[in-house]
């Protein structure tokens, strides 16, 4: 798992390869991945959007961008964890994610990028 905290916001994230959903031979990879945002600041905010950056070893880099997070824009009071899982197919069996969050501080209205930190998506067998 790696963590990162930008202003006082925690991210989270744990990733795993789905061999159930894989078709290797096809190049068609699943990784899952587990985010975990926990307020740690003093102000209730609000995620608006994402902002992937995905690098496949075969395909290169790609952006994925929009509105929240598995189709919500959760509000996160101080100390309230926010946890969804979602998913990135990619063609080889090796590749990597880093993003951020755009979040409004309700308080003020100001909104702020929160850094989501690099990992890994890397089938078992390639690790070793």
Same mark, same amino acid.
């Given at each position: 798992?790696?963590?990162?905290?930008?202003?006082?916001?925690?991210?989270?994230?744990?990733?795993?390869?789905?061999?159930?959903?894989?078709?290797?031979?096809?190049?068609?990879?699943? $990784?899952?991945?587990?985010?975990?945002?926990?307020?740690?600041?003093?102000?209730?905010?609000?995620?608006?959007?994402?902002?992937?950056?995905?690098?496949?070893?075969?395909?290169?880099?790609?952006?994925?961008?929009?509105? %929240?997070?598995?189709?919500?824009?959760?509000?996160?009071?101080? %100390?309230?964890?926010?946890?969804?899982?979602? $998913?990135?197919?990619?063609?080889?069996?090796?590749?990597?994610?880093?993003?951020?969050?755009?979040?409004?501080?309700?308080?003020?209205?100001?909104? $702020?990028?929160?850094?989501?930190?690099?990992?890994?998506?890397?089938?078992?067998?390639?690790?070793?």
């Amino acid at each position: 798992m790696v963590t990162q905290v930008t202003q006082g916001i925690k991210i989270s994230v744990q990733s795993k390869y789905e061999a159930a959903h894989s078709r290797p031979l096809q190049g068609y990879i699943v $990784f899952s991945y587990t985010i975990s945002i926990e307020n740690k600041s003093n102000v209730t905010v609000q995620l608006l959007r994402r902002h992937w950056h995905i690098f496949d070893t075969l395909a290169g880099w790609h952006e994925v961008e929009g509105e %929240g997070v598995v189709s919500m824009q959760p509000l996160l009071y101080p %100390g309230e964890e926010y946890q969804y899982e979602s $998913f990135c197919p990619l063609m080889s069996e090796a590749g990597k994610m880093h993003g951020s969050y755009l979040m409004e501080n309700k308080k003020d209205g100001s909104t $702020f990028l929160v850094n989501i930190p690099i990992f890994e998506l890397v089938v078992p067998y390639r690790s070793n």
